[in-house]
């Protein structure tokens, strides 16, 4: 997705708004944001970092088009109920966090909120 808003050149567009959950932005490279996003990060998600987010949206110079919000304690995949609470896969650490997953629901359904 965020490869896709980056490399989107025109203004036309056929979203309106897109969000995205603990997103890769090693290689993202630095873009125009035209489109409101919402990125939801783990802010201890050792697979996709935060910071690295954070610090792509700066160099994208979009503070008001794109909002981040990171769950404190939370790790990569914090969202899927089926996995236990901390687990390793591979390198890194997945779990679900019952917490941020409420808390990402509530702040995609008022982002997406026609009344926005």
């Given at each position: 997705m965020l490869v896709a808003l980056a490399a989107k050149t025109d203004k036309a567009s056929a979203l309106s708004r897109a969000v995205v959950y603990y997103p890769d932005c090693r290689a993202l490279a630095p873009w125009k944001a035209t489109v409101p996003l919402l990125m939801l990060l783990g802010g201890d998600d050792d697979m996709t970092p935060a910071k690295l987010c954070q610090d792509a949206v700066?160099?994208?110079?979009?503070?008001?088009t794109v909002k981040i919000v990171v769950y404190p304690g939370a790790v990569h995949a914090f969202d899927v109920a089926e996995l236990p609470r901390r687990t390793k896969l591979g390198f890194a650490t997945i779990g679900h966090d019952p917490a941020a997953t409420a808390s990402a629901r509530d702040e995609v359904d008022r982002f997406l909120s026609p009344a926005r």
């Open positions: 700066d160099r994208a110079g979009a503070p008001t």
